[in-house]
């Protein structure tokens, strides 16, 4: 029986990528720079079976996303019908990157199950098509997500050991996002004055990234960062209807965070389509930003990662 399982782990941008060129496969209109995880993982089965079917987290669901991602792979593979199982080991749709780690998880499992023999790079393209921050998750360490030979491919920037920044997640609310990622780009793309600036200053935030990140320059890095999500979230309130994806406890949380670099932490924060404040600190620092974010009102639970490998292969033991 063809069967796979593969793991893989959410990333979070630090260039972020919001808004995509007309057409069906995920082509970024800007490239993005990330950073793979450790700790969150999501662990996606796949076998042959009698009919398409896919469990989340247990339940059995029809996600439109996967149904079109199949039909692409389909066009240009010879697959029967899968039986999908993935299991994530944190709040799925709440801006923590599932699609990301789903996606990538997927595509490495049918790769192995059915003995495609994609290249790395043919995964992460492959993967974008499914979501394209899922390109980055193919991945591990920091991570670029940029137009090469054609096409938009990820690589790997800087390997995960290189420079091992702490992540600390402010966890804010369990609860799903109002607007999946693709349609708010969309609406921010047809309808936010400031879609046209927006991506023309990612561009330069991209090479920007990439320096810092070449150089280990963590007071570069944070600005540039912050200025890529804030901005984002400018463009996303500016769109009709506005996108909004912060509460009160997000906002607490970026004050906290100024409160911390005023006393000379080295911590800066980053925040995607949902309320989960991310914050990226040097190892030192990482009790002190725990503390701190622990202790703002509304700030239901800190989650601390490091950076992580790429997607990968559960090898049969
Ligand atoms: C805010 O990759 O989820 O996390 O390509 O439509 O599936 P689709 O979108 P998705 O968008 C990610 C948006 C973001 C920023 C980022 O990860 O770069």
Redo the contacts with the bound molecule.
């Keep these: 029986m063809n069967e796979a399982t593969a793991l893989a782990h959410p990333?979070?941008?630090l260039?972020?990528?919001?808004g995509?060129r007309a057409g069906k496969t995920?082509i970024?209109a800007t490239p993005?720079l990330?950073i793979t995880l450790d700790t969150l993982v999501t662990r996606t089965s796949v076998r042959e079976s009698e009919q398409d079917q896919v469990e989340i987290n247990g339940t059995v669901v029809s996600d439109k996303?996967i149904q079109d991602f199949l039909i692409q792979l389909r066009a240009a593979y010879s697959l029967p019908p899968l039986s999908i199982e993935s299991f994530s080991n944190f709040p799925t749709s709440a801006?923590l990157?599932s699609?990301?780690s789903g996606?990538a998880g997927l595509l490495t499992a049918i790769d192995a199950a059915f003995r495609l023999e994609m290249s790395t790079s043919e995964r992460s393209i492959w993967a974008?098509r499914?979501?394209?921050?899922?390109a980055?998750s193919i991945f591990g360490g920091f991570t670029s997500?940029e137009e090469e030979n054609g096409d938009w491919c990820a690589r790997n920037v800087l390997p995960m050991g290189a420079w091992p920044l702490k992540v600390v997640i402010a966890i804010t609310s369990e609860t799903a996002k109002n607007v999946?990622?693709?349609e708010g780009?969309e609406r921010s793309k047809q309808t936010s004055p400031y879609y046209g600036a927006w991506t023309e200053s990612t561009k330069s935030d991209h090479a920007a990234g990439l320096l810092a990140v070449s150089q280990q320059d963590f007071s570069r890095l944070a600005s540039v960062a912050e200025s890529s999500c804030l901005k984002?979230h400018a463009l996303m309130l500016s769109s009709q209807p506005p996108l909004s994806y912060w509460n009160g406890a997000t906002v607490e949380t970026i004050a906290a965070v100024r409160e911390l670099q005023g006393a000379g932490i080295s911590v800066f924060f980053t925040i995607?389509?949902g309320p989960q404040v991310k914050t990226l600190c040097q190892e030192d620092a990482t009790d002190i930003v725990v503390d701190r974010l622990a202790s703002v009102p509304g700030v239901l639970r800190t989650l601390v990662c490091g950076l992580g490998p790429g997607a990968y292969v559960d090898q049969p033991r």
């Excluded at 260039?15 to 919001?18: D, E, S």
């Excluded at 499914?130 to 899922?134: K, M």
């Design positions: 990333n979070i941008a260039v972020k990528y919001w995509k995920n970024p993005s990330s996303k801006g990157a699609s990301a996606f974008r499914g979501s394209g921050s899922a980055r997500l999946g990622s693709t780009m984002m995607d389509a």
